[in-house]
């Protein structure tokens, strides 16, 4: 067991400020017995008093930003010097792969040091008062320094969180009907899911997820596994101006001034198809969260072609494994996330589609908070309408199927009260088209009986 933290080397001591800057969890937990004289610099000592100091003050690890106007206050040009290098290196350390290891070990040593303290004072204690009750407190304290201090919400003790307008932050999807559902939109570590068959597009609803988010001025990060960015892209242009996709060329303009309205971010990002993992995705979310751009919300088109990192032989164990993982990215982020999955092939056919036409595994109806699915047939595309159904809802009703407007040439989806002017209007539309078709069909019968 070594006595100073300087054996470890001077890398281990920087890593060690990077968890302290990036970990609240683990300076919580070593904060009481955190004690700078054993970093090896006073550079390095002035950035553990500055991290305690400032979690003492505000209960949350200091930022760069923060770093910035605190090391303009140092007088000393030579610890100032020394102070900034320092920082730099630990910002380039923040996404090392041995953190973990590094937080075990640093709270060890500390843990270790603290009890032997209390040993040595217990000693001094004895020889000169013998109050054994004293030194037993000692012993217990040092033994519980360095323990887990979050045990979960106390139910009596925590009650204003629960009713806080805070407990629960959620990013709106832009559709009043779907909002008032789920309370809001989805919230941190939620994961919502679109169900739909190929071509009738999810790529298209997943978009206006984004941008409807963005136009709350919420950053929003975007994954796709088919479309490049530049056409992803386009989509937003589309459906925050209500151009045609095939007509933005002809107005740049008008995308540029839409653009500078904006209160939102967006950052696309392109994987192909299978060579990226809900691994991949929580390491660029780092990196973008390290170079201090906000993340509010993450979609990802889709999850169906995410890579399994448990290698699972079967298709359904593969894609129950990545649900489970994207929610629990969803979780280590607190931040909601927005995908989609397949119905199956006779999904084509029905009015209104259900669990059961999901494709492969029921899994992911399980892992998700919400699911709602998208139903297009033929004339539904001729017609631009459809229907979103609510097959699972963590935070209200389900079963519920509203009528709404989808156009996919400029991407506007509009989602109704069936009871509404606007779901009247719609479903009207459809009925006119179901009877116009009937009448078709009973006209080519009649004519074919006639021959």
Not at 132 to 151: C, H, M, S, W, Y
Not at 441 to 446: E, M, P, T
Request: hydrophobic share 35%; proline share 1%.
């Amino acid at each position: 067991m070594t006595d100073k933290l300087t054996e470890f080397g001077h890398t281990f001591q920087v890593k060690s400020i990077a968890c302290l800057m990036k970990n609240q969890s683990f300076l919580e937990q070593i904060h009481d017995i955190l004690d700078e004289k054993h970093y090896d610099s006073d550079s390095l000592k002035w950035i553990v008093k500055e991290c305690k100091s400032y979690f003492d003050e505000y209960r949350k690890c200091m930022t760069l930003d923060v770093f910035k106007v605190k090391t303009v206050e140092v007088e000393n040009d030579i610890l100032k010097t020394s102070i900034v290098e320092n920082l730099k290196e630990i910002f380039r350390y923040f996404d090392a792969p041995d953190l973990e290891f590094i937080e075990d070990r640093c709270l060890d040593f500390f843990k270790n040091q603290t009890l032997k303290n209390a040993i040595i004072q217990s000693v001094e204690i004895m020889e000169s008062k013998g109050d054994f009750e004293q030194i037993k407190r000692l012993v217990d304290d040092a033994l519980n320094a360095g323990t887990e201090r979050n045990i979960g919400h106390e139910y009596i003790e925590h009650i204003e969180e629960r009713y806080s307008e805070t407990a629960r932050e959620t990013v709106s999807t832009g559709w009043d009907v779907i909002d008032e559902l789920t309370q809001g939109g989805l919230g941190g570590g939620e994961l919502g899911v679109i169900v739909a068959p190929a071509g009738v597009g999810k790529t298209w609803v997943l978009a206006a997820l984004g941008a409807n988010s963005m136009k709350k001025g919420k950053h929003i990060v975007h994954y796709s596994l088919e479309l490049n960015e530049a056409y992803v892209g386009l989509r937003y242009d589309s459906i925050l101006t209500g151009i045609a996709n095939q007509n933005l060329k002809y107005h740049k303009e008008d995308v540029q001034g839409e653009m500078e309205k904006l209160k939102g971010d967006l950052v696309i990002k392109y994987y192909p198809t299978k060579t990226a993992s809900v691994n991949t995705i929580s390491a660029h979310l780092k990196r973008i969260i390290n170079l201090g751009t906000e993340v509010d919300m993450v979609v990802v088109d889709y999850a169906d072609i995410l890579k399994d990192t448990g290698n699972s032989r079967e298709v359904r164990h593969a894609l129950g494994n990545i649900y489970e993982d994207l929610r629990g990215l969803a979780g280590e982020f607190q931040i909601p996330i927005w995908t989609a999955s397949q119905a199956n092939r006779s999904a084509l056919d029905e009015d209104v589609i259900e669990a059961q036409k999901v494709s492969e595994s029921y899994q992911k109806i399980m892992t998700a908070d919400f699911v709602m699915s998208l139903s297009r047939k033929v004339e539904d595309k001729i017609g631009n309408t459809g229907r979103f159904h609510v097959i699972k809802n963590r935070f209200g009703p389900d079963g519920i199927t509203y009528p709404a407007k989808v156009n996919t040439n400029t991407g506007k989806m509009d989602i109704y009260e069936s009871s509404s002017v606007g779901g009247k209007e719609q479903q009207q539309k459809i009925d006119n088209r179901d009877n116009l078709m009937r009448k078709m069909l009973a006209n080519k019968y009649d004519d074919l009986m006639g021959e």
